[in-house]
């Protein structure tokens, strides 16, 4: 079955950054493309960016493209997700999601908290 | 970029009842793209409707998406208890940023 298995919660103090994994299984990881969402307590999904997996190339939403760095590793069918210069803002849960346009499947989640 | 705004905010509705559910795009999806998903607390979100109107794999028949170009509706036939929840819609039109609505809560009465 299709899983997307995501690394755990982190705790980051404000200026630093976090990488995200997120392991996928159960079916050719090159095929689908690769989201990362995330969403603030209480609060909607804000869309990140998206990775394709075969070649790696990357889009990013306007408002993370100069901190969200997407990356994989086709050898594990692991993508990752690096976010630089956290802010308080920046606490949410973030998600990895498979999909080009909408997302079937959606990995677990990873809070990650900045505070000082 | 492309702006969702869904309507209601919130939606307090009974079980049984019938559930409609509004997604405004700012712009024309010509081809439709746009999906629907519900999510429920602690949970990551789950695929309803895709192509505006076409079920995902395993999702009750009570559940249907319809509309084209700007405006679409999810609709809840007949409520059931684990229906209430968060949705939200997503548009993919071509390329990204792939922007969601920001979510409609049901609740219940």
């Known amino acids: 079955q299709v899983q997307l298995v995501q690394s755990g919660a982190e705790v980051k103090r404000p200026g630093a950054s976090v990488k995200i994994s997120c392991k996928a299984s159960?079916?050719?990881?090159?095929?689908?493309?690769l989201h990362w969402v995330r969403q603030a307590p209480g609060q909607g999904l804000e869309w990140m960016g998206i990775?394709?997996?075969?070649?790696?190339?990357?889009t990013y939403s306007e408002k993370f493209q100069d901190r969200v760095t997407l990356t994989r590793d086709a050898s594990t069918s692991t993508v990752y997700m690096e976010l630089s210069s956290l802010g308080p803002e920046d606490t949410a849960v973030y998600y990895c999601?498979?999909?080009?346009?909408?997302?079937?499947?959606w990995g677990q989640g990873t809070l990650v908290t900045v505070s000082s | 970029e492309i702006v969702l705004t869904q309507s209601p905010g919130t939606l307090s509705l009974s079980p049984g009842e019938r559930a409609t559910l509004s997604c405004r795009a700012s712009?024309?999806?010509?081809?439709?793209?746009l999906a629907w998903y519900q999510q429920k607390p602690g949970q990551p979100p789950r695929l309803l409707i895709y192509?505006?109107?076409s079920r995902a794999a395993g999702i009750p028949d009570r559940f249907s998406g319809s509309g084209s170009g700007t405006d679409f509706t999810l609709t809840i036939s007949r409520l059931e208890p684990e229906d209430f929840a968060l949705y939200y819609c997503?548009?993919?039109?071509?390329?990204?940023?792939?922007?969601f609505g920001q979510g409609t809560k049901l609740e219940i009465k």
């Open positions: 192509g505006a109107s």
């Open positions: 999601a498979r999909g080009t346009g909408y997302s079937d499947y």
């Open positions: 990775i394709n997996p075969s070649g790696g190339s990357t």
């Open positions: 997503q548009q993919y039109e071509t390329s990204p940023p792939f922007s």
């Open positions: 159960g079916y050719t990881f090159a095929i689908y493309y």
């Open positions: 712009q024309s999806l010509g081809s439709s793209f």
